[in-house]
């Protein structure tokens, strides 16, 4: 029986576009023998280069009790660094290592060239599309919407 539900699912179609775009990233990141959660720490990490474990968290949509494993794994293997901040020695500010600054330049030449691909596939303009669309999008969560009444 379907029930009478208009709008799509849309939490669903995102989550099956993410899993048809990383489909063509994944072959990289397993032959370096890195996760997803690692390689989004790893490029969050490049764009900022010092981050706090909350900020990693947020920018890379991980939970804390997960992020905190991830990031005590690539300490371990030498991907990153974490150092305590002056004055207060609870904060904690996590950087890419040498290790894994090298790391990333080898993987970013190949995820580079991956996306050349899917843009002579698909066309430049559907990327650029697809961005703007999700930044766009992404941005509204600031506008007030009145939420279903449950009753």
Known sequence: MQLPI??????????????SLLQHFRP???????TEQQWRIMRALNESPTLEPRELCEICQISSPSMSGILARMEEIG????SKFEGDQRRRKVHL???GASLLLQMG?????????????YGKQVFEDMRRTLEAFIALETLPVAPAILR
Not at 109 to 121: G, P, R
Request: proline residues 5%; hydrophobic residues 45%; charged residues 25%.
């Open 97 to 99: 290592s040498e290790a």
């Open 6 to 19: 208009r709008y799509p699912n849309m939490p669903q179609l995102l989550l099956k576009a993410r899993d």
């Open 109 to 121: 030449k190949l995820i580079d060239l991956q996306y050349e691909h899917l843009e002579a596939a």
């Open 79 to 82: 991907l990153i660094g974490r």
């Open 28 to 34: 990289i990141l397993n032959h370096f023998g890195v």
